[in-house]
Protein backbone atom coordinates (compact mmCIF):
# COMPACT_ATOMS: atom_id res chain seq x y z
CA UNK A 1 0.00 0.00 0.00
CA UNK A 2 3.25 2.18 0.41
CA UNK A 3 2.90 2.77 -3.15
CA UNK A 4 -0.46 3.66 -3.70
CA UNK A 5 -0.81 7.54 -2.93
CA UNK A 6 -0.35 8.45 -6.84
CA UNK A 7 -2.41 6.38 -7.90
CA UNK A 8 -5.52 7.76 -5.38
CA UNK A 9 -3.71 11.24 -6.82
CA UNK A 10 -5.03 10.74 -9.95
CA UNK A 11 -8.24 9.07 -9.33
CA UNK A 12 -9.24 12.84 -7.37
CA UNK A 13 -7.53 14.53 -10.72
CA UNK A 14 -9.03 12.45 -13.25
CA UNK A 15 -12.30 12.69 -11.74
CA UNK A 16 -12.09 16.62 -11.47
CA UNK A 17 -10.35 16.99 -15.12
CA UNK A 18 -13.65 14.79 -16.21
CA UNK A 19 -16.21 16.92 -14.92
CA UNK A 20 -14.30 19.70 -16.42
CA UNK A 21 -13.66 18.24 -19.76
CA UNK A 22 -16.92 20.29 -21.75
CA UNK A 23 -16.76 23.65 -19.71
CA UNK A 24 -13.90 25.93 -20.99
CA UNK A 25 -13.74 27.56 -17.30
CA UNK A 26 -14.48 26.53 -13.66
CA UNK A 27 -18.26 27.35 -12.76
CA UNK A 28 -17.23 29.86 -9.92
CA UNK A 29 -20.80 29.25 -8.34
CA UNK A 30 -19.80 25.81 -7.53
CA UNK A 31 -17.12 26.63 -5.37
CA UNK A 32 -16.78 27.46 -1.85
CA UNK A 33 -14.01 28.80 0.11
CA UNK A 34 -13.32 29.45 3.94
CA UNK A 35 -10.93 29.93 6.68
CA UNK A 36 -10.60 28.23 10.01
CA UNK A 37 -9.20 28.57 13.26
CA UNK A 38 -8.85 25.59 15.73
CA UNK A 39 -7.21 26.03 19.59
CA UNK A 40 -6.00 22.03 18.90
CA UNK A 41 -6.36 19.82 15.61
CA UNK A 42 -7.27 16.34 16.82
CA UNK A 43 -7.56 13.71 14.06
CA UNK A 44 -8.40 9.94 15.26
CA UNK A 45 -7.96 11.24 18.84
CA UNK A 46 -4.46 12.37 18.37
CA UNK A 47 -3.31 15.94 18.02
CA UNK A 48 -1.60 16.93 15.06
CA UNK A 49 -0.60 20.48 16.28
CA UNK A 50 1.29 18.99 19.88
CA UNK A 51 -1.99 20.72 21.30
CA UNK A 52 -0.97 24.26 19.43
CA UNK A 53 -3.72 26.49 17.69
CA UNK A 54 -4.45 25.21 13.86
CA UNK A 55 -4.80 27.85 11.08
CA UNK A 56 -7.07 25.50 8.16
CA UNK A 57 -8.05 27.14 4.75
CA UNK A 58 -10.65 25.03 2.94
CA UNK A 59 -11.95 24.42 -0.25
CA UNK A 60 -15.04 22.98 -2.08
CA UNK A 61 -16.01 22.43 -5.99
CA UNK A 62 -19.71 20.98 -6.55
CA UNK A 63 -19.07 18.37 -9.33
CA UNK A 64 -22.58 17.50 -9.84
CA UNK A 65 -25.44 17.76 -7.29
CA UNK A 66 -24.48 14.66 -5.58
CA UNK A 67 -20.64 14.97 -6.12
CA UNK A 68 -17.71 17.30 -5.23
CA UNK A 69 -14.01 17.47 -4.51
CA UNK A 70 -12.25 19.44 -2.32
CA UNK A 71 -8.66 19.99 -0.74
CA UNK A 72 -7.91 21.58 2.55
CA UNK A 73 -4.61 23.26 4.09
CA UNK A 74 -3.81 23.30 7.77
CA UNK A 75 -0.77 25.24 9.61
CA UNK A 76 0.36 25.66 13.18
CA UNK A 77 3.51 26.19 15.26
CA UNK A 78 6.32 23.28 14.38
CA UNK A 79 6.36 21.10 17.77
CA UNK A 80 7.59 18.37 18.96
CA UNK A 81 8.99 15.03 17.26
CA UNK A 82 6.43 14.50 14.98
CA UNK A 83 6.12 17.30 13.40
CA UNK A 84 2.64 16.84 11.51
CA UNK A 85 2.17 20.60 11.96
CA UNK A 86 1.41 21.53 8.30
CA UNK A 87 -0.60 19.23 6.35
CA UNK A 88 -2.79 19.17 3.20
CA UNK A 89 -5.68 16.97 2.40
CA UNK A 90 -7.71 16.31 -0.84
CA UNK A 91 -10.62 14.39 -1.29
CA UNK A 92 -13.41 13.19 -3.78
CA UNK A 93 -16.76 12.61 -1.74
CA UNK A 94 -20.55 11.83 -2.85
CA UNK A 95 -23.66 11.36 -1.10
CA UNK A 96 -26.85 9.98 -2.80
CA UNK A 97 -30.44 9.60 -1.76
CA UNK A 98 -32.41 6.92 -1.09
CA UNK A 99 -35.57 5.70 -0.05
CA UNK A 100 -37.19 8.77 -1.68
CA UNK A 101 -34.38 11.01 0.09
CA UNK A 102 -35.31 9.46 3.61
CA UNK A 103 -31.63 8.69 3.64
CA UNK A 104 -28.42 9.29 1.82
CA UNK A 105 -25.83 7.20 1.39
CA UNK A 106 -22.32 8.08 0.62
CA UNK A 107 -18.28 7.59 0.16
CA UNK A 108 -14.99 9.14 -0.44
CA UNK A 109 -11.57 9.24 -0.89
CA UNK A 110 -9.10 11.31 0.75
CA UNK A 111 -5.11 11.68 0.45
CA UNK A 112 -3.36 13.43 3.62
CA UNK A 113 0.09 14.77 2.97
CA UNK A 114 2.34 16.22 5.99
CA UNK A 115 5.26 18.98 4.15
CA UNK A 116 8.19 19.41 5.90
CA UNK A 117 7.54 16.65 8.52
CA UNK A 118 10.06 14.36 11.03
CA UNK A 119 9.26 11.87 8.56
CA UNK A 120 6.91 10.44 5.80
CA UNK A 121 3.06 10.38 7.31
CA UNK A 122 1.45 10.82 4.24
CA UNK A 123 -0.92 8.05 3.83
CA UNK A 124 -4.81 7.91 2.41
CA UNK A 125 -8.24 6.68 3.83
CA UNK A 126 -11.48 5.52 2.41
CA UNK A 127 -14.92 6.81 4.00
CA UNK A 128 -18.18 5.33 3.94
CA UNK A 129 -21.45 6.44 5.50
CA UNK A 130 -25.01 6.52 5.80
CA UNK A 131 -26.79 9.65 7.04
CA UNK A 132 -30.59 11.42 7.85
CA UNK A 133 -31.34 14.81 6.88
CA UNK A 134 -32.41 15.00 10.45
CA UNK A 135 -29.18 15.22 11.09
CA UNK A 136 -27.64 11.46 12.01
CA UNK A 137 -24.73 9.96 10.54
CA UNK A 138 -23.21 6.81 11.02
CA UNK A 139 -19.36 6.72 9.52
CA UNK A 140 -16.65 4.26 8.75
CA UNK A 141 -12.85 5.46 8.07
CA UNK A 142 -10.38 2.97 6.46
CA UNK A 143 -6.83 3.61 6.11
CA UNK A 144 -4.67 0.92 5.27
CA UNK A 145 -1.55 2.54 5.86
CA UNK A 146 -1.97 4.65 8.74
CA UNK A 147 0.39 7.42 8.91
CA UNK A 148 2.66 5.53 6.94
CA UNK A 149 3.57 3.08 9.36
CA UNK A 150 3.26 -0.10 7.62
CA UNK A 151 -0.66 -0.44 9.38
CA UNK A 152 -3.98 -0.24 9.29
CA UNK A 153 -6.49 1.94 11.15
CA UNK A 154 -9.91 1.96 10.73
CA UNK A 155 -12.48 4.62 12.66
CA UNK A 156 -16.47 4.06 13.43
CA UNK A 157 -18.19 7.76 13.54
CA UNK A 158 -21.72 7.99 15.02
CA UNK A 159 -22.73 11.66 15.45
CA UNK A 160 -25.87 13.65 15.30
CA UNK A 161 -26.18 17.87 14.68
CA UNK A 162 -29.67 19.17 15.46
CA UNK A 163 -31.09 23.00 15.42
CA UNK A 164 -32.33 25.22 18.07
CA UNK A 165 -33.30 27.28 15.71
CA UNK A 166 -31.79 29.76 12.68
CA UNK A 167 -28.16 30.48 14.43
CA UNK A 168 -28.10 28.44 17.26
CA UNK A 169 -26.71 24.32 16.90
CA UNK A 170 -25.83 21.51 19.55
CA UNK A 171 -23.65 18.13 18.05
CA UNK A 172 -22.52 15.55 19.93
CA UNK A 173 -20.77 12.13 18.58
CA UNK A 174 -19.38 8.78 19.87
CA UNK A 175 -16.08 7.38 18.49
CA UNK A 176 -14.35 3.88 18.36
CA UNK A 177 -10.47 3.49 16.60
CA UNK A 178 -8.96 0.43 15.92
CA UNK A 179 -5.65 -0.83 14.86
CA UNK A 180 -3.95 -4.29 14.40
CA UNK A 181 -1.03 -2.48 16.30
CA UNK A 182 -2.87 -1.17 19.75
CA UNK A 183 -5.65 -1.58 21.80
CA UNK A 184 -9.09 -0.20 20.56
CA UNK A 185 -9.70 3.91 21.64
CA UNK A 186 -13.33 5.21 22.16
CA UNK A 187 -13.60 8.85 22.77
CA UNK A 188 -16.82 11.40 22.84
CA UNK A 189 -17.40 15.04 21.49
CA UNK A 190 -19.97 17.41 22.52
CA UNK A 191 -20.12 20.80 21.73
CA UNK A 192 -22.58 23.80 21.42
CA UNK A 193 -22.41 26.39 17.95
CA UNK A 194 -23.74 29.71 16.34
CA UNK A 195 -24.17 30.57 13.02
CA UNK A 196 -23.98 34.72 11.96
CA UNK A 197 -23.78 35.65 8.13
CA UNK A 198 -20.63 34.31 7.04
CA UNK A 199 -19.21 33.71 10.71
CA UNK A 200 -19.35 30.33 12.44
CA UNK A 201 -18.35 29.56 16.11
CA UNK A 202 -18.31 26.58 18.01
CA UNK A 203 -17.18 24.86 21.53
CA UNK A 204 -17.52 21.72 22.82
CA UNK A 205 -15.61 19.07 25.17
CA UNK A 206 -13.28 16.46 24.41
CA UNK A 207 -13.63 13.09 26.25
CA UNK A 208 -11.32 10.01 26.42
CA UNK A 209 -12.10 7.52 28.99
CA UNK A 210 -8.50 5.92 28.83
CA UNK A 211 -6.03 9.03 27.80
CA UNK A 212 -2.76 8.35 26.60
CA UNK A 213 -3.64 4.94 25.49
CA UNK A 214 -0.69 4.45 22.75
CA UNK A 215 -1.89 4.15 19.06
CA UNK A 216 0.31 3.98 15.64
CA UNK A 217 1.29 7.28 15.08
CA UNK A 218 0.85 8.72 18.90
CA UNK A 219 -1.29 8.65 22.07
CA UNK A 220 -5.04 9.35 22.34
CA UNK A 221 -5.11 13.04 23.82
CA UNK A 222 -7.12 13.45 27.30
CA UNK A 223 -10.60 15.27 27.82
CA UNK A 224 -10.02 19.06 27.10
CA UNK A 225 -12.21 21.96 25.54
CA UNK A 226 -12.57 22.11 22.44
CA UNK A 227 -12.59 25.93 20.61
CA UNK A 228 -13.17 26.70 16.95
CA UNK A 229 -14.29 29.68 14.58
CA UNK A 230 -14.23 29.86 10.70
CA UNK A 231 -15.51 32.04 8.00
CA UNK A 232 -17.18 31.22 4.57
CA UNK A 233 -15.46 33.56 2.13
CA UNK A 234 -17.62 32.59 -0.61
Known sequence: MRNSHPVVLLIILNVFLSSQSSATELD???LSLGAQWQKNRLYYGQTETQNNPSLNLY???ELSRYSYIGADINEAQADGQRQRHRNINGF???????LDGRLYVGGSIKQRWFLNAGQNWNYHEWGA????PSGVVLRAEYAPDF??????????HTGITRA?????????????????????AFFYQAGLGFNHGRWNIEAGFYYAPKPDLSVPGGRIEPS???LQTSWAIF
Open 59 to 61: SRY
Open 164 to 184: FNDQWYWQAQANRFSSPESDK
Open 224 to 226: QIL
Open 92 to 98: LAADYPI
Open 129 to 132: QLWH
Open 28 to 30: FSR
Open 147 to 156: YHLSTSALLL
